[in-house]
């Protein structure tokens, strides 16, 4: 296991001035104010420059998701190991690692065709997170053990041992447990963790999905910021993708809404800390405690 953290995200959007006022008043990040040649917008969650990169585009979809490496060395053995089993590594330039406020990345494809962001070196500039919608902070730093990224996200992935083979023996992500959905007959989703202690940092859907992505989630730090969270999104008319529940496998206690553009956002809080030396993965036929009733768009039923 070598990936730190699930560092950011970048997101198309046909719409960036709603994506970023559903980011700032119902999500509670702060706007970034960086410049951007192309038009991109910035949503940071705490020191680091950003977490969130929404790029104008005639498409709402995810772009990639941006990966951490400790240091240069693990880097560079996780690249050549790629490049080795015969995988296209795209080396960043200057420019765009720049962009990125990183000190270098590389691109590189996963068999299910998500663009994965490998670098090391993010550059923090320290400043304090100011949220307009007045939550205090996002969970991304344990005392003990530093970055724990900006929270998760789902990929979709038809061919998922192909892909977790992908993650666990390249990337450098381990299994934590496997989740059959009930009622979706087939349907498997792997739950993988970085080298921190969030359950889970990425997760593979075992099916395609139109947005490139299933959902991203972040957490807050008590259930009352979850609460004004939901209070926020039904004001702005958002649609609630799925209400209030708490996940078996990581103790999220969560909603689901949906970004303009349609991509689900879970917002929650008590995620599960794992101590990875001593964890074995489990197997769950169940996905919830509680809650987290579905509501699809477009799908009555
Ligand atoms: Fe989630």
């Known amino acids: 296991m070598s990936v730190a953290a699930a560092g950011y995200l970048r997101i198309a959007s046909t719409d960036t001035s709603a994506w970023m006022d559903f980011g700032?008043?119902?999500?509670?990040?702060?706007?970034?104010?960086?410049?951007?040649?192309?038009?991109?917008?910035?949503?940071?969650?705490?020191?680091?420059?950003?977490?969130?990169?929404?790029?104008?585009s005639d498409t709402d979809r995810l772009l990639a998701t941006g990966l951490e490496y400790p240091n240069e060395a693990t880097w560079r053995q996780t690249l050549d190991a790629l490049a080795s089993a015969g995988h296209t590594v795209t080396a960043g330039s200057e420019e765009e690692a720049n962009r990125r406020c990183v000190t270098a990345f590389a691109t590189v494809d996963d068999p299910a065709g998500n663009t994965?962001?490998?670098?090391?070196?993010?550059?923090?500039?320290?400043?304090?997170?100011r949220s307009p919608a007045g939550v205090?902070?996002?969970?991304?730093?344990?005392?003990?053990?530093?970055?724990l990224g900006f929270g998760h996200c789902v990929l979709p992935a038809p061919d998922i041992e192909t892909a977790t083979d992908f993650y666990t023996q390249l990337i450098g992500t381990g299994l934590t447990d496997t989740l059959y959905p009930p009622g979706m007959a087939g349907l498997k989703i792997n739950f993988m963790h970085a080298n921190n202690p969030r359950q889970h940092s990425i997760a593979l859907f075992g099916?395609?999905?139109?947005?490139?992505?299933?959902?991203?989630?972040?957490?807050?730090?008590?259930?009352d910021e979850v609460g004004q969270a939901m209070e926020r999104a039904k004001k702005a008319g958002v649609h609630f993708l799925a209400t209030l529940g708490r996940h078996v496998n990581?103790?999220?206690?969560?909603?689901?809404?949906?970004?303009?553009?349609?991509?689900?956002?879970?917002?929650?809080?008590?995620?599960?800390?794992?101590?990875?030396?001593?964890?074995?993965?489990?197997?769950?036929?169940?996905?919830?405690?509680w809650g987290h009733e579905y509501n699809f768009p477009g799908i009555s039923d």
């Not at 205090?136 to 970055?147: H, I, L, M, N, P």
């Not at 490139?212 to 807050?220: A, C, G, S, T, Y």
């Open 24 to 56: 700032t008043g119902v999500l509670g990040l702060m706007d970034a104010e960086r410049e951007d040649a192309s038009g991109a917008r910035f949503l940071r969650m705490d020191d680091h420059p950003f977490r969130f990169m929404v790029e104008p």
């Open 116 to 129: 994965l962001e490998l670098y090391w070196g993010r550059k923090l500039d320290y400043v304090t997170l």
């Open 136 to 147: 205090k902070g996002f969970v991304t730093t344990f005392a003990q053990t530093g970055d």
């Open 207 to 223: 099916g395609p999905h139109p947005l490139d992505i299933v959902h991203l989630m972040i957490e807050v730090q008590t259930l």
């Open 250 to 289: 990581d103790n999220m206690c969560s909603i689901y809404i949906l970004a303009p553009g349609g991509i689900a956002v879970e917002y929650g809080y008590d995620g599960l800390l794992i101590d990875w030396e001593n964890y074995i993965p489990t197997v769950s036929v169940e996905g919830d405690l």
